[in-house]
Structure formats: structure tokens, C-alpha cells
């Protein structure tokens, strides 16, 4: 079996990855007090006290308001370097980083502060961290898509900092058709296209189907889902088309990791990807993901090799450096 070293070692893409659930309790508690603000909470234990979830609703009900934290171009900055450090200590050589402008433009904070910080990490990145670093702008899918479309034109004059775009937050009463012509506009700006179809939401399964066949992107995270419908597992098969799949997210999101889902899919030969999605929050950054599933599922060295090279396989490297990985 791969022990942490084994799984440390290998070269990794993370492609599932928000940058306001990197937000540690410490760096949350050094930013409020920089910022004069008052959370309610004065030590890293009793922070990490409020980090307790039992479901999607109630883990984005910490982690909206932990953001008011997050104010100059020189936190996101912080925020996102710090991260680049940690993951680059789990053997990541290349990241795709999704973030949230709505969740901080909503209280106030222009975008391009927001990107500019978050660029700046990115582009430092590969000096700093020896660490590739790219930036995908989610939608708050619980928002208007009236909203939505007003934040990716706030995004044009800033789309050469940009790689993509991804859709998150309540899946409930939000499906992807609702950002159809959102998601058009997107692939015509020249984005990359993705979207949560997150673990056992309502719906999941459905969402999966159309984000397959109607509002069709180039990956899907999470979509682990996807097992219930061999039709669309077959479909992903044919389009060689990524999963970035979250065990410990899912453990606290549902009722388990889904592992005996995600390595049922990997075994199929589904280009499934192990990632982190809010590792502070959640308590593992990439490689804690990769030993949790590989320990769960019995995985081999084989098979954990097989997780890694999807990564850059579903990444969004050009054709020549991500073969530099395969
Ligand atoms: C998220 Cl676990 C999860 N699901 C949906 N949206 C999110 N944003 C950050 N983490
Ligand atoms: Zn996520």
C-alpha cells in the first residue's frame, strides 16, 4: 500500500481547489486584527471550534462570513500564497484555483482587488513555490444569473489572468441550465468551462446529464454521482472527460468519501482526480485526500499513480506540458 512519502513524492496537479476554504485559523485571526475586525472568536481552538459541519448548508454557513476577513489586494494575495506553499509541500507542481468574486464584491470589495492579489500569488507562484498556478472564477449559483452574467463582464479587461470559470455554492434549486447563457458567453469570451455537481444534492444526477449534454463543459467537479446512470458513465469514457472528485469534502458533506464510488469509476477508466476543495475547513490538503482514498479503497501503488497522471491529463495545460507529466 502507498504510504504518505509514496503519495508526497509524486508529481500532482490539484484541480479542485477553492482558495477562500484554504483560510486557515490563524491567518484568519492575524487578517481580522489587521482589518479591525471583530469575529467573534480570539484563538485558533475556538476558530476551529466553528469549523463544524454536518452538510453542505451548514459548512457554507461558516464559511461565507469567515471571508469578510479577506479585504485588500494584499490579504487575497496572503491568503493564496500560503496556500501555494502547503500544497506545494504535497509534491503539487500545477494547480487550477477556483474563487469567489461575488462573496466578496457582494460586501463591498472591487473585483479587481480581489484578482489582483489573487494573480499576483499566481503569478509568484512558480519562483516562490516551484508551483504552476492558474485562477478559475466560480459563480454563486444561489445568486442570480443576472449576477452571474454582470461578474464575468467585470471579468473581461482581467481574462489573460483568468483560465476558466466554474459554477459552486447551494446546488439546490440551482441547476446548470439556469447559467446557460452565462456559460455561452464564457466559451465565447475564450474560458474554460466547469461546474460542481456535487455529491448527493438533489438533483445531482440530472445536473450531471446536462452538464453533459446541454450546457456541456470540459470537466465536471465532484460528479461522483455519475455511477447511478451507466449511459453517462459511458459518455465520459468516450470524451476522456475529468472528475475531480473530494473524499474528505465528501465525508463531510454526505455520509461517507464515496470511495467505493470513485474507485469503482477510476477502475472503469474514468479520468478521475483526487483534490483538496476546502482543505482548511475540512482538515487535508491534497495528500491527506490521496492516503484517506487509497486507505479506504485498498488502492494500489499502480492505482495512485494512475490518480496522479489524471490530474495533469484532466488539466488544462497545454498539450505539450502537461505530456511533460505523462
Ligand atoms: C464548496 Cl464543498 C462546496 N460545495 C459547493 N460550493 C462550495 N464552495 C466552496 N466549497
Ligand atoms: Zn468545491
Redesign the pocket.
Known sequence: TPTREFITGLPKAELHL?L??TLEPDLKLRLADRNGIDIGQSTVEDVRATYAFDS?AS??AV?YPAMEVLQTADDFYELADAYLARAAADGVKHVEM?F?PQAHTSRGVPFETVVTGYHRAAAEAPERHGVDAHLIL?FLRDMSAESAAETLEASVPFRDRILGVGL????RGNPPEKFATVFARARDLGYRLTM?C?IDQAGSIDNIRTVLEQVVVDRVD?GTNVVEDPALVEVLLERGLGLTC?PI?NS??SDDMKATEIVGLLRSGVRVTVNS??PA??GGYVADNYLALAEAAGLTCEEVVRLARNSFAASWLGVAQRDAYL
Not at 459552486?168 to 446546488?171: G, H
Open positions: 477553492h477562500e476554504g453542505l459548512f457554507l464559511y477556483f469567489d466560480c459552486d455554492s447551494d446546488e460542481h456535487d465532484h473530494c469534502s463531510f458533506v476543495d476546502d475547513y475540512f
